[in-house]
């Protein structure tokens, strides 16, 4: 299995900028993909980006596009999301997922992330 730490959520203000991290520890080397999502109060968690572990492939979420950057570290089996240009619908907890090929799916506990208008 893999265990899943977030970090990097704070206050920010509208237009500002976080990075959040991931570190994997435990299985790493069966990740074949790691996705961030969120989840706002009394809202169904949602997709945000996903980033092929080897390869490095990535994918976002639209509301998300051209602001925010999935990236990771193998070395360090770190998982990144830069957020920029932040806006006050950003505001969620954002969990870290991973998959791994013939095992399954672990997530994180989460980090808040809250953007003031």
């Known amino acids: ?37 969120r989840q706002a109060p009394g809202k169904e968690r949602e997709f945000v980006a996903r980033i092929t572990w080897s390869g490095g492939n990535t994918y976002y979420a639209d509301s998300v596009k051209g602001r925010f950057t ?25 969990y870290c997922h991973a998959n791994l090929l013939g095992v399954g799916d672990y997530w994180g506990q989460g980090t808040q992330v809250t953007v003031s208008s």
């Open 1 to 37: 299995q893999v265990q899943l730490v977030e970090s990097g959520g704070g206050l920010v203000q509208a237009g500002g900028s976080l990075r959040l991290s991931c570190a994997a520890s435990g299985r790493t080397f069966s990740i074949y993909v790691m996705e961030w999502f």
């Open 70 to 94: 999935i990236s990771r570290d193998n070395h360090k089996n770190t998982l990144y999301l830069q957020m920029n240009t932040l806006k006050p619908e950003d505001t969620a907890r954002y």
